[in-house]
Each structure stands twice: as C-alpha cells, then as structure tokens.
C-alpha cells in the first residue's frame, strides 16, 4: 500500500511538471496571438504617394527593404557596398535585418540550424545587423507607401541598430555573408524568442508612426497588416 501511494505522488509529480513545461509554449503562442491582433498607431493610413519600402520575408523571418537613397537620405556611405564580396554595380535597393548572433551567423540554411542556434534563439544573445544590397525588390512580399517625415524616422530607427565604433562607423564582423553581396554588423541590444527579428521590424514600423502589431514574434502576424506587392 506505502508503494502504492509513493508510485501516485511521483506520478502526479511527473504530471504537474509536463503540465509547466507544456504551459511554457502555450503560453507563449497565446501572448503572440494577441500581440499580433493588436494595433499601435491604429489612426495611421497609407499615403496615396510618397517613397515605397517593402518587407520581404523567407515565412520566418523578415527583412525591411529600402531605397539605397531616397528623400535626401542614402545608405552608400554609412554600410558601404565595398564593404560586400561582389557588391551589384546597378544595386538600388538595400536590406537590413536583425537577429541573434548564433542563429545568423551560424546558419546560411535552414539545414544548418543545430540544437545550440535553438537554444541561442530562445535564450538571447548578442544582436547582429544583415546588410544586402539588391538590383530589385521583386522577391519581396509586402509593400508600404511613405510619407517624407515617416521615411525619415524609419531611416534614422533602422541607423541607431548599428554598433558604431570611435569614429562612428558600423563595425563589420569578420563574417564572409551568405553570397555576393551582404555584411553582418554588429548590432546594438540583444535578440532573443521575444525580441525577434519580427518583432524588431514592427519597432522600426512603430517608431516610424506607421500602424503595426504590438509584438509579432512570427512573420504572419507582422505582415497581414500590409499590401501584397502588386496590390
């Protein structure tokens, strides 16, 4: 009988922790359920003219892709394409995105990923920046129309992202980027399961004035938001 009732409470035990570990998830998805669901700058709408940026997105993570220079701002001479193995001569278009070091650095593919760039994504670590220069948006999925004043602020929200070294330079890592014409940077914070490269792209959004989802950790909940590309 004493056997009896101490094989009981180790099983309740072993039920109530698959219980919290399964709590853990769930909770999780149900958070970025609603952050997805939730506007901020709910009175923003699209102008009907102005500079068009557009989010590109690979089903997980996203990318803002902007106009090498437009509105009396450029990128060339802040992440030069010299800095790139085969920068495109006729490149317009540049791509910034932000993820945890491990996960980016130590993955060109999907095939790639191991159970310590898992364990890194959820955990944290340092943030680095991608830079990719680009002949065309083409690939990209979503589209939004700028005015003058949001363009600006979302120029100078993606800059502040760079680590800048003494004499205010991004800091390029040793790092040879997965083709011809991309860098990694050094970034500024740290990327992690809640501040994704998702939910970072909101930020930039965000701090532009542009409507957005309160935390997107995936990219579905970010861009339902936005224009197909075409649209």
Not at 4 to 11: F, I, L
Not at 178 to 201: H, I, L, M, P, Q
Not at 215 to 224: K, N, Q, R
Request: with cysteine; glycine share 10%; proline share 7%.
């Amino acid at each position: 009988m004493a056997r009896r009732r101490r094989k009981d409470k180790a099983g309740k035990w072993v039920g109530r922790l698959l219980a919290g570990l399964l709590a853990v998830p769930a909770a999780y998805l149900v958070a970025a359920l609603a952050g997805s669901l939730l506007p901020v700058n709910a009175g923003w709408s699209e102008t009907g003219s102005g500079t068009t940026i557009y989010l590109a997105d690979n089903g997980i993570h996203t990318d803002i892709v902007m106009p090498v220079a437009a509105d009396g701002l450029g990128w060339s001479a802040f992440v030069p394409a010299s800095d790139e193995a085969a920068p495109l001569p006729s490149a317009r278009w540049i791509a910034f995105g932000a993820g945890e070091q491990h996960v980016y650095l130590d993955t060109p593919t999907w095939w790639d990923i191991t159970p310590r760039t898992i364990w890194s994504a959820l955990k944290g670590g340092p943030r680095v920046m991608h830079v990719a220069y680009l002949d065309s948006p083409g690939f990209a999925s979503r589209q939004i129309r700028l005015r003058p004043e949001e363009y600006r602020r979302l120029w100078a929200s993606v800059r502040a992202e760079f680590a800048l070294d003494r004499n205010g330079r991004p800091q390029r890592l040793a790092h040879p980027g997965y083709g011809c014409c991309d860098a990694f940077y050094e970034g500024v914070g740290k990327a992690s399961a809640v501040r994704t490269c998702n939910s970072w792209v909101a930020d930039r959004l965000r701090l532009a004035g542009i409507k957005t989802s309160a935390w997107p950790p995936f990219s579905p909940g970010l861009l339902w938001r936005y224009r197909t590309v075409g649209a």
